[in-house]
């Protein structure tokens, strides 16, 4: 047995910053002392700051589906109409959170792989002039496709409705000007592109979306939106806090803005263009058909292969976890993360490990054809900018 690393590749959770969980050991602190109000009111500041938006920031210690019930229970009253765009498993979650609440939904549906077009959602608005709310993914994790939340943001915003976008995955992996694009609610969670465990959730919210507040009804408790923003203002939390995740965020955020999350995203860019051409490259087919995700690359396994025969290898081989489709794609597809604290260095091991499984099944492929084509991408990144330095 030779020594084999534990590597996190999967899209949440992402490896984490060491920054990040050096800080946590300081975590024996009382949330109600000035102490941690600092460190609070910090992580609420660098929030704002690094998602580039004048709206409250507000945080929630839950996975990213707590702050996505958050919104709906929140921002709608009963029975009202909201439209969801769903094209994987995380738009269905919308769905689902929103009939859960007794909202009444308009679905637009597009087949796995696909992405809902700017088109549908302007025609689903004129046909029900009466809807509340659109909701849809900036990134669908669970099929590597992106939408044009900038086209949807558009046309939501000439109507009565507020837009509500699930950027779990989204921030940080591509742009998003929250104000500038009428993103009125946007959700983050903090074990994707912020490089920390688990745990925590984050919604922006613009004047729009809180004049909603003042007057839905839907039940609420723990996610109650007004009152944490009171709290918020007094530098706490309203109910007891992860204190050790604040403080991982607090560090993970002060390297986020140390090296710019223009940068951030800019990596996430590269290292999904250098995945996608090394897949090409090996001759494996990607799962999107529309405008992939910088977040995750979706990739079909060999035809006649279950993918989850990759996964197994990747863990069994290199201590590695990567993600198998989920639902009804488990089997046909995995999924390459690089997002967060994701570097060249990962996915040329990555797709180097991606040879070494395919060969050994069966699926012969030239060693380093697709190492080349990831090298092939950094080095005209890397040498252009050495080039503009020089
Ligand atoms: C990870 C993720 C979520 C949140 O899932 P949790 O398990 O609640 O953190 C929601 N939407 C997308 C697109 C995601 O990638």
Redesign the pocket.
């Known amino acids: 047995m030779h020594i084999r690393k534990q590597r996190l590749l999967t ?2 959770p992402t490896p984490l910053y060491p920054g990040a969980l050096q800080a946590m050991m300081a975590s024996d602190i009382h949330h109600r002392t000035e102490d941690f109000r600092r460190v609070y009111q910090a992580a609420l500041r660098d929030l704002k700051e690094v998602l580039g938006t004048s709206h409250d920031v507000l945080v929630f210690c ?5 702050a ?1 019930e958050a919104a709906v229970s929140n921002l709608f009253s009963r029975g009202e109409k909201v439209i969801c765009c769903s094209a994987g498993k ?1 738009g269905e ?1 919308w769905v689902e959170i929103a009939r859960a609440f007794g909202l009444e939904t308009v679905v637009l549906e597009a087949e796995y792989g696909r992405a809902v077009s700017v088109e549908r959602v302007a025609e689903a608005l004129a046909a029900h002039p009466d809807a509340r709310g659109v909701f849809v ?6 099929t590597g496709v992106a939408h044009d939340v900038r086209g949807m943001g558009e046309v939501v915003a000439r109507t009565e409705a507020i837009f509500v976008v ?1 950027a ?3 921030i940080g992996t591509m742009p998003l000007d929250i104000d500038g694009w009428g993103l009125d609610v946007v ?1 983050g ?1 903090s ?2 592109a912020f490089m920390i465990p ?1 745990g925590l ?1 984050f919604i922006t919210l613009s004047p729009k979306a809180w004049q909603r507040a003042e007057t839905a009804n839907l039940p609420h408790y723990y996610f109650d939106l007004k009152k944490e923003k009171k709290n918020a203002e007094k530098g706490e939390s309203s109910w007891t806090p992860s204190t050790a995740l604040l403080l991982a965020l607090g560090a993970a955020l002060n390297y986020i803005k140390q090296i710019g999350m223009d940068k951030l995203i800019e990596n996430a860019q590269l290292l999904a263009r250098a995945t996608r051409e090394a897949v090409r490259e090996l001759g494996l087919e990607l799962f999107a058909q529309d405008t992939p995700a910088a ?1 995750v690359t979706a990739v079909k396994a060999p035809a006649g292969w279950d993918s989850g025969l990759i996964v197994k290898e990747f863990r069994n081989r290199f201590g590695a976890i990567i993600a198998n489709g989920q639902g009804v794609m488990r089997g046909k597809i995995f999924r390459i993360a690089h997002l967060g604290y994701f570097d060249f260095a990962d996915i040329f091991a990555i797709i180097a490990g991606l040879e070494i499984i395919l060969n050994a099944h069966g699926f012969p492929v030239r060693y380093g054809t697709g190492v080349a084509a990831a090298q092939k991408v950094y080095a005209e990144a890397a040498f252009a900018r050495e080039a503009a330095l020089a």
Not at 62 to 66: K, L, V
Not at 137 to 142: G, I, K, L, M, Y
């Open positions: 899209p949440g839950s996975s990213g589906t707590g996505m995380f979650r993914q900036a990134s669908e994790t669970s699930d779990i995955t989204g959700v969670g074990q994707k688990p959730s977040s």
